[in-house]
């Protein structure tokens, strides 16, 4: 019995050897042909090992009891103004462009980039052809003599009017004064009328009396000849009168043409006064703009500046509003400014207690608005105007863009109407709401919305002023929050 025991676990043990041994060489070969697998299965087994030995041998732990946790959380504060970030242009007014204004060939450029210049300072000298012939020029000079003889001649033509005058107005006095001898010699003449009237009465007397008297007749005639001689002094004598008593009168027509002679003159003479004065005007203006046009030939700096770049070369030919330089004023005397468009409904409740944030790369600078325009100036925006002090020039370039965060509201926003972040605000189909701290803890409460502006949004009912807003997205209703 033993022995049949003893040789059936021979047996066994003689199989279980073999079996062992098939596995063994098996597992070698496995080995020589896939030595990584090998080594990454071999790796995984003495980690289950050891995960094993820790969960066998880990010792039993005491049940914890937690506490509650004390969430950390950021706020806003009712009674801040919110800030709605716009995109500004930046307007540097003292870097502009020097053009052509008026076709010609670049004779000659005065200054080159870096070189800084006053005001007035010839830039660039422009010519009419490539000998450097310029008909700008020859047009100023020709107006200039002209005016030069006008300026010259002015006095004397001037005397001139003035003694025409003299010569009308002695001329009217010498009218009037021989008025007044031929008016006190019409007395003399009408005495000798008088006394040849007496005369021809007293022989037509004699005749008379020798007719009277036979024999008179050699006598008569005599006296009829003589009559006849002193009636034809007396015709004159009285046509003499009658033309004295005309000519001397001052409601006649030759004084009343003397006189218009004279104001008719003298009127002339204004005339002739006012075109003088008129000629000289027109002529000094017409050296004026020979000036102004020649002046297009040289374009001068506007300003104390630099010149910043030449963009043409000598003997090039150029056309109106062709670029010839870039300059930029002194930073001193340059103007900066920032214009954010943005609607009506943000222009009309900019802030005027908070100043709105300007950021200049990786500055900021706080500024209140120095306009806000009335009537929209963009399409339906309105413009908002920031002035850029002097110190941050090189901040910014010309028609460049930056980030304002421009508040809106009132800092101490009422109770009534409030803005608050849009994070902050949870929706459901039919109702808004917020979280506020209260008591330490979450507790939500329902808003009535309004309009956005930008990250914010209008509250019409719902808060208090002073009312903490939990702006973090991490809470519930009664969880335990402290401010962060």
């Known amino acids: 019995m033993f022995y049949a025991i003893k040789k059936k676990l021979f047996s066994a043990s003689s199989a279980l050897r073999t079996r062992f041994t098939l596995y063994k060489k098996r597992i070698l070969t496995f080995v020589d042909h896939r030595p990584l697998t090998s080594f990454l299965v071999l790796l995984g087994i003495v980690l289950l090992l050891i995960v094993v030995n820790k969960v066998v041998n880990m010792p039993p732990v005491a049940p914890v009891v937690k506490s509650a946790e004390t969430k950390k959380v950021d706020i806003y504060r009712i009674g801040s103004a919110p800030k709605v970030t ?11 462009q020097i053009v052509a204004l008026t076709g010609g060939v670049v004779d000659r450029i005065y200054h080159t980039e870096g070189e800084s210049v006053k005001k007035g300072t010839l830039l660039v000298g422009m ?47 010498n009218s009037d004064a021989l008025r007044d001898i031929l008016s006190k010699s019409l007395s003399d003449t009408q005495s000798l009328i008088d006394l040849n009237q007496t005369i021809v009465t ?3 007397t004699n005749i008379a009396t ?18 006849s001689q002193y009636l034809s002094a007396l015709s004159s ?18 004084a009343q043409l003397s006189d218009i002679t004279r104001e008719l003159t003298i009127k002339q003479l204004d005339v002739q006064a006012k075109q003088l004065d008129l000629n000289k005007e027109v002529s000094r203006l017409q050296s004026q703009i020979a000036y102004v046009n020649e002046g297009l030939m040289y374009p001068v700096a506007p300003f ?8 043409v070369k000598e003997k090039t030919v150029v056309t109106p509003g062709t670029p010839l330089m870039i300059i930029s004023q002194a930073i001193e005397e340059d103007p900066i400014s920032a214009v ?14 908070e100043p709105s944030i300007l950021h200049l790369g990786t500055m900021t600078y706080e500024v209140n608005p120095s306009f806000i ?11 908002v105007y920031y002035p850029i002090p002097d110190t941050l020039n090189q901040k910014v370039v010309s028609d460049g863009y930056i980030t304002i965060d421009i508040p809106i509201g009132y800092f101490d926003t009422s109770a009534i109407v409030s803005f608050i972040p849009l994070d902050s605000v949870y929706q459901t189909r039919d109702q808004a709401y917020v979280f506020v701290i209260e008591g330490g803890k979450a507790k939500s409460r329902k808003v009535a919305l309004g309009n956005v502006f930008g990250r914010f949004v209008e509250v019409e009912s719902g808060l208090m002023n002073g009312d903490d807003i939990i702006t973090s997205r991490t809470v519930i209703d009664g969880d335990l929050v402290a401010v962060r």
């Open 340 to 353: 954010a468009f943005v609607p009506k409904n943000i222009a009309s409740r900019i802030s005027a207690l």
């Open 202 to 204: 007293s022989l037509d």
């Open 373 to 383: 325009s009335t009537e929209a100036v963009e399409g339906t925006l309105y413009a």
């Open 304 to 311: 104390n500046s630099t010149i910043q770049r030449v963009l």
């Open 127 to 173: 010519s009419t052809n490539y000998q450097g012939g310029n008909a700008l020029s020859l047009q100023r000079q020709l107006a200039q003599n002209q005016y030069n003889t006008t300026v010259e001649t002015y006095p004397i033509q001037k005397e001139i009017i003035q003694k025409q005058r003299d010569i009308a107005t002695k001329t009217d006095e």
């Open 237 to 254: 004598g009285r046509a003499s009168l009658r033309s004295g008593q005309y000519n001397s009168a001052s409601d006649k027509q030759p």
């Open 210 to 227: 020798l007719k009277q008297t036979p024999g008179n007749e050699a006598l008569i005639l005599s006296a009829q000849q003589l009559k």
């Open 86 to 96: 716009v995109q500004a242009q930046t307007k540097k007014t003292g870097v502009i």
